[in-house]
């Protein structure tokens, strides 16, 4: 099984290294970093404005992969991803702002996909039925739905919660309330606060389509020649379900996890934006809306890292699941 790991991970890894270069690539043809000086007043010099450019190695006059060849040596030998237009190590933006994002994206895909599978078992399990019915409208619904309105829904029925109180009871504009002073207790409660109404966005979001692939996947599960076989030696239709249908239906759904996880980051940059939250999905916005090369080609390395881990991870769960993949 680690052989199969390793090699899964060697794969991934490659596909992240790829995925990084070709951002820099795209970004470095397609971004104009002069952009920002011109039109000022006083506009700096033509040659002032060459002079910032090699700083940050972004000058357009320079062959592409010539900078590409600069900006990847600095990576290996110096662990620098270069430095954004604001005169930061594009390292020190990523470590201040991924702990915001892995917040959102841990909670809410984890709890998205336990959903998810519960609500897809036991629509499969209960098809057609009302209960089926109810969780395919739903999640039809929540899946056609983009992911800023639901966000936006959340905050109006919060604010009318907190109006009909009389209290704040939810707070959902940043990730911590500014100027609160109090012990640990009451800043780890102010935080998990804020966190209520973006996790909720994500998870609805996530598990609406981890519901509708678990329904499908269980369905061919439910007349599977070992169900009846289990049935057949005595065992109930609760535990033969458990025990061999969930399990085997699993097993798509952890490749699908891996796929879907990168759309769960587009998600949690809408969700950041919404409930200004500081986190990567929004400096990635920053970064193009700002012409900052760098920025763009670090942002994407971290999406692409998370990808390779939320890959590897999906792997694994797929070899305990099926011993076949091992051999």
């Not at 892995?102 to 098809?127: H, N, P, T, Y």
């Not at 598990?207 to 049935?231: E, F, H, K, N, P």
Request: aromatic residues 10%.
């Amino acid at each position: 099984m680690i052989g199969f790991v390793v090699k899964r991970f060697v794969n991934y890894f490659i596909l992240t290294a790829i995925a990084t270069l070709l951002a820099y690539v795209l970004a470095s043809l397609s971004l104009n970093p002069a952009q920002r000086y011109l039109g000022r007043n006083p506009q700096p010099s033509p040659e002032v404005i060459t002079s910032i450019l090699d700083g940050l190695g972004v000058n357009p006059n320079v062959p592409v992969l010539e900078r590409l060849w600069t900006w990847l040596s600095n990576l290996v030998t110096h662990g620098s991803l270069g430095i954004t237009v604001d005169n930061q190590q594009v390292t020190d933006v990523i470590f201040a702002r991924a702990g915001v994002s892995l917040r959102l994206l841990i909670i809410g895909s984890v709890i998205g996909a336990v959903l998810g599978v519960v609500f897809g078992v036991w629509g499969a399990v209960k098809q057609y039925r009302i209960s089926d019915q109810l969780v395919s409208y739903a999640s039809f619904t929540v899946g056609a739905t983009p992911t800023f309105v639901i966000g936006v829904v959340l905050m109006i029925l919060a604010t009318s919660l907190n109006g009909l109180t009389g209290h704040q009871l939810i707070n959902f504009s940043g990730e911590y309330t500014a100027g609160l002073q109090g012990n640990f207790l009451v800043m780890f409660g102010d935080r998990l606060n804020h966190l209520i109404l973006p996790t909720i966005t994500l998870s609805l979001t996530a598990a609406a389509g981890y519901s509708r692939y678990q329904r499908s996947a269980m369905l061919d599960v439910l007349s599977a020649d070992y169900i009846r076989t289990a049935r057949s030696k005595g065992m109930s239709r609760n535990r033969a379900l458990v025990k061999h249908g969930v399990r085997i239906a699993l097993i798509p759904m952890s490749t699908y996890f891996a796929y879907s996880f990168a759309l769960l980051l587009t998600g949690a940059t809408v969700v950041e934006l919404v409930f200004s939250w500081h986190g990567m999905g929004e400096y990635l916005v920053r970064s193009v809306q700002q012409n900052d090369i760098n920025g763009v080609a670090g942002s994407v390395m971290f999406a692409s890292i998370l990808v390779l881990i939320a890959g590897t991870l999906s792997e694994i769960v797929y070899a305990a699941l099926d011993p076949r993949v091992r051999v």
